[in-house]
């Protein structure tokens, strides 16, 4: 039976297929499972009419209901503020919002997992039901009322274990009294944007920290620049705020000189400032739990010499997304170790998932600290953020069209109790060492006084 | 004499009464049983994938063990004083590599002559050879009787044709009898055993979710079924039936089948269980049908007319189901003629060695699969089409070992294949959605993506028997099964279904080395490959792997033509050794 039993090997070709098509199957179900599972025909989680059935709860850092769904109904805080502060985070009846709790954490509010699939115990709400944010309702409310409905986003993390406290976005609505979005297209532009997460915007000055990174490890510290209100590159011109004579780099960081910034990105050159718009994450996302940030761009390899003079001190093609330069602080701030932020609150250990990595020297990290604490000392004046320790830069990015500019203003407090970095951006809200700094101010002494 | 009697009609009548009214009771237990009934699935969903798996190994461990019991039927005495056991009813004799006898002399063929032992004949047949045979010095031109003690002289090379009985006694050791079997047959009374624990806890699971639905269905089918295993397989054991494994993961199969039909379909359960009866019958009569090969050649012609009728019969009184034209009913009978034609049609595809090296004319074997594959696409059964001719291909290439024409038919096949899905509005229909079946969720890609949707929602370990959706979309016990059983019994017992088909397709493989005949090889390479295809196609459809076909699982699915069907096939498969 030799002859055969060599023949019939040719079984073992479709054995081969039907355990190929298997792999593919089963990776396919790994991956996309928890995608299937909440296709509103599924009648374990939906009734007829597409709605959910199933229960869940999603609580703040301190145990305050900020969702409830049952049987299909949702509802959401019991205070209109909080409920529109936290709109972002917990998302909408509609589901508008993509990156809203509701949709991107569903399968945690609806209690699927790969092993158990829909099942729980009958009677028995099952726990994993429940969903608990990092987030502070409270935090959250100070600092959508302190943007006073300008449009912009509010951030603040804590870099040491990378929970996010407060996620703000402006415009918001109450969620239990969605307003017809289309009547005001002005006054709800971009509403369903998580704007900390998922824009980008012009960085401004708020860049001249990378710039500065970079100096700090590319050229002599003690060097100095020079400013005359402007710089001649070419025949273009890069203008100044004012007139700062010869100033070095901590001086020109506290005032925010281009000129002396236009010197330092032309001499470093175009490939060391990408590398340190690379390390700050630009051009790359962060994974919030799942949720991708929107990507910052700085794209300065071969571009001209005036160009390159512009993207050094944030202006030129360059963008940012909110959260990604939050993060960024937080590296700086943690002796160059950024931590990832993170939303869900890590209760079971299933998501104890903020990514560690190293993208400033500790040594540089402290420097630029210490820069960034002089702003505050030398320009912010203490007295506005007393206590705090903060570390800030403002930024006013210029947007051109004959808007205002944005409003930045972005650092940490170098206070072991309260490890926290930040970030306030307002859409055309002007100077930001004025509009947005405000905005930090009391965002962040809410943040202090009412615990971390 | 009347008072006793209708003393004894009260007392009876009393006795129904109250045995009716605890039945009522039961049935109010369950109510209760509902709040149990939780707890008892958080235990028994964990306990069902581990029981299945230990099922699973407990199974194919024995039968991928290499055991050497094989009988000798004769031995051959070569001059140089070498004796050769015969342990197969076919042997070539050669010098190529594929001999089953190298004599390594140049005046040898690469394949000289085939020794037949047909039912107690030995015989010896010319393949054609250059130095030609001759027995007792006399020429044999193609096939001559032999008899024990029969000189036979391949150009030249002289050899002698002995008994297996007169083998001098100390080397009588020699002669291995099946002494291992006592040890192989424990465990598998253990296995049956774990089955038995398998099928009540998964019966008790669909009882308490479902509990009126499936009553008295269930319970009464699960304990005919255990029954009928159990006594099954000693009936096998008493005809010293071995390797019983096999049978052992098909009572597994068919415990997830009497889920699946109680879950999705339980007015059929009385149904499916008379056909799992009758598969077991059809198994066994099989299997001792076929022991002989002049019975089993017989029964080749028989079934083969046979199946010509069912055609016929397809074609002028089939009804249509689900856009498919094969169902045949007989007022007190409905079923698929096509599904028994399988067994007929690997039966056709056989072909003894000697035949098969001296004849190589598959005329008969090409025009039956015509008229299967012309029936079927008349039919519209191009699910089965598929199947049928997977079938021949592999069959046809076991009988001819030729690459070349195998290619040339899998590319003729592709280039009808297109013409089918190009110009069939059905097929064509099912491949548009192919690969984009979120797209058509509501429509042509309703099956599939509900079918996912299920197996999501179930995990690896499945949200209980009887708790799923899945079973209220049309088919569900047939093309969905694999989705049905994701969903109620977890990703991992549904893997492991489709792994029993694919072992069983691993072990033909393995064993078929040490087949007595041709004919038993290449009817079991033609069953595993039914299996096989089917599988593929069912499982691999109904998550859009593949186009969805409406073809069944072997065992697992519901439908009583598809389990006889599948009990005959396995058979096949089972008979190798």
Redesign the interface.
């Known amino acids: 039976m030799k002859l055969l039993a060599k023949r019939a090997l040719v079984l073992l070709v479709l054995v081969a297929l039907l355990t190929i098509g298997l792999v593919c199957f089963v990776v396919r179900y790994f991956n996309q499972a928890s995608t299937w599972v909440q296709y509103p025909a599924n009648k374990h989680l939906f009734n007829n009419q597409a709605k959910l059935t199933v229960s869940g709860t999603i609580y703040d850092r301190s145990g305050q209901v900020l969702l409830e769904m049952v049987d299909g109904v949702t509802k959401y805080h019991r205070d209109k503020t909080v409920r529109t502060a936290m709109l972002h985070a917990t998302g909408d009846t509609d589901n508008n919002i993509a990156v809203g709790a509701q949709v991107a954490f569903r399968e945690h509010i609806i209690g699927w997992n790969l092993l158990n699939g829909v099942y729980r115990l009958q009677n028995q709400p099952n726990r994993s039901a429940n969903l608990t944010l990092t987030l502070d309702a409270n935090l959250c409310a100070a600092a959508y009322k302190a943007l006073n409905g300008r449009k912009g986003a509010v951030g603040v993390y804590n870099y040491q274990t990378g929970e996010i406290l407060c996620m703000v976005s402006a415009p918001s609505f109450d969620p239990e009294q969605p307003p017809n979005i289309s009547h005001y297209p002005e006054k709800y532009e971009g509403v369903y944007i998580n704007r900390l997460l998922s824009a980008v915007y012009p960085p401004g000055s708020i860049f001249k920290i990378v710039t500065a990174a970079a100096a700090l490890e590319n050229l002599p510290e003690d060097k100095l620049y020079h400013c005359e209100g402007k710089m001649q590159i070419g025949s273009d011109t890069v203008t100044c705020t004012g007139i700062h004579g010869d100033i070095a780099l901590e001086q020109a960081l506290a005032h925010s000189c281009n000129a002396a910034f236009a010197q330092i990105a032309l001499e470093l050159g175009d490939a060391v400032l990408q590398k340190y718009a690379n390390l700050a994450g630009f051009n790359s996302y962060l994974v919030v739990d799942g949720i991708k940030t929107a990507v910052g761009r700085v794209d300065v390899r071969n571009a001209a010499a005036v160009d390159l003079a512009w993207a050094g001190i944030g202006q030129y093609t360059n963008t940012a997304n909110p959260l990604n330069f939050m993060a960024f602080m937080g590296a700086i701030a943690n002796q160059g170790v950024l931590i990832s932020p993170r939303l869900i609150a890590d209760n079971y250990g299933f998501f104890a998932s903020s990514q560690k990595k190293q993208v400033l020297s500790a040594e540089t990290a402290v420097k630029l600290g210490a820069l960034m604490r002089n702003n505050t000392l030398s320009v912010y004046g203490e007295y506005n953020f007393k206590g705090l320790e903060l570390c800030a830069k403002s930024g006013t990015a210029e947007v051109g069209e004959g808007k205002r500019p944005h409003a930045w203003f972005t650092g940490f407090l170098a206070r072991e109790d309260y490890p926290l970095a930040f970030v306030v951006l307002i859409e055309n809200g002007g100077i930001g060492s004025q509009t947005a700094a405000s905005v930090a101010r009391r965002v962040l002494q809410t943040a202090v006084s009412t615990g971390k | 004499m009347v008072d006793f009697l209708d003393k004894v009609k009260q007392l009876l009548l009393q006795d129904l009464s109250s045995f009716f009214q605890w039945l009522g009771k039961l049935k109010s237990v369950f109510a209760h049983l509902a ?1 149990v009934g ?2 008892y ?2 235990l028994v ?1 964990w306990l069902l994938p581990v029981l299945a798996v230990i099922i699973f190994l407990w199974c194919i461990l024995p039968l991928l063990r290499d055991r050497k019991n094989q009988t000798t039927w004769g031995y051959l005495y070569l001059m140089n004083g070498i004796r050769v056991p015969i342990q ?1 009813w ?1 042997c ?1 004799l050669g010098r190529g ?4 006898i190298m004599i390594n002399q140049p005046f040898i063929s690469r394949n000289h002559a085939v020794l037949t032992y047909h039912n107690g004949v030995w015989s010896i047949a010319d393949l054609g050879s250059k130095g030609g045979i001759t027995v007792n010095g006399a020429r044999v031109e193609e096939q001559h009787r032999l008899a024990y003690g029969d000189v036979i002289s391949l150009a030249g090379i002289e050899m002698a044709l002995l008994p297996a009985d007169i083998v001098p006694a100390e080397e009588g050791q020699e002669e291995q009898v099946s002494d291992n079997s006592g040890v192989v047959n424990s465990t598998g009374t253990f296995t049956l055993l774990l089955i038995f624990i398998f099928q009540l806890l998964g019966a008790l699971q669909i009882i308490i979710t479902r509990s009126a639905a499936v009553f008295p269905m269930l319970p009464v089918t699960v304990f005919a079924l255990m029954l009928a295993q159990g006594l099954h397989y000693h009936v096998l054991r008493w005809l010293q039936f071995e390797n019983l494994e096999l049978v052992l993961l098909s009572y597994f199969l068919c415990g997830l089948n009497v889920f699946i039909v109680a879950s999705a379909a339980p007015h059929s359960l009385y149904k499916q269980l008379v056909a799992i009866l009758l598969g077991m019958a059809v198994f066994t009569i099989f299997s001792l049908l076929i022991r002989k090969i002049g019975r089993a050649m017989k029964l080749k012609y028989f079934l083969l007319a046979g199946a010509l009728v069912l055609l016929v019969l397809n074609l002028t009184l089939g009804e249509i189901h689900f856009g498919a034209k094969n169902w045949i009913n007989l007022g007190f009978i409905t079923f698929q003629p096509m599904e028994l034609v399988k067994v007929a049609f690997v039966l056709a595809g056989t072909a003894t ?1 000697d035949r098969l090296l001296t004849t190589r004319n598959m005329a008969a074997f090409i025009g039956f699969t015509g008229a299967c594959m012309l029936t079927l696409v008349l039919i519209r059964d191009f699910g089965s089409a598929v199947v049928f001719f ?1 079938a021949f291909v ?1 069959m046809a ?2 009988q001819s ?1 030729d690459l070349r024409s195998l290619a040339l038919v899998l590319a003729g096949a592709l280039f009808g294949g297109f013409a089918v899905v190009a110009f069939v509005p059905y097929v064509t229909k099912r491949f548009a959605v192919w690969g984009k079946v ?1 797209q058509y ?1 509501g429509t042509t890609g309703y099956q599939q ?2 079918t ?2 299920a ?10 028997g009887g708790s799923g ?1 899945l079973v209220n979309v049309a088919a569900a016990d047939t093309d969905l099964v694999f989705g049905v059983l994701c ?1 109620e019994w ?2 991992l017992i549904a ?1 492991l279904a ?1 792994l029993v088909i ?1 072992f069983f ?2 072990y ?2 393995i064993i ?4 007595l005949s ?1 004919f038993y ?2 009817a079991a ?1 033609g069953a ?2 039914i299996f ?2 089917q ?2 196609l069912n ?2 459809g109904s ?1 859009d ?2 186009p969805l076909t409406g073809v069944t699982i072997p065992f697992v699915s519901n439908g009583g033509t598809s389990m006889l069907t599948s009990w005959a096939l396995l058979a096949f498969i089972y008979s190798v050794k």
């Open positions: 709040a939780d707890y699935s958080l969903r197969s076919e070539m590599k594929n001999s089953d060695l997977g592999v290439f076991m070992g979120w969720a993506t509900r996912m949707i197996a999501a929602s179930g995990g690896l370990l499945g949200v209980g959706y969903e977890g990703l893997l489709v694919v397709a691993v033909t493989v078929i080395k040490s087949s041709s090889a290449i390479c595993a490959t096989l295809l599988t593929a499982v691999l998550v792997i593949l």
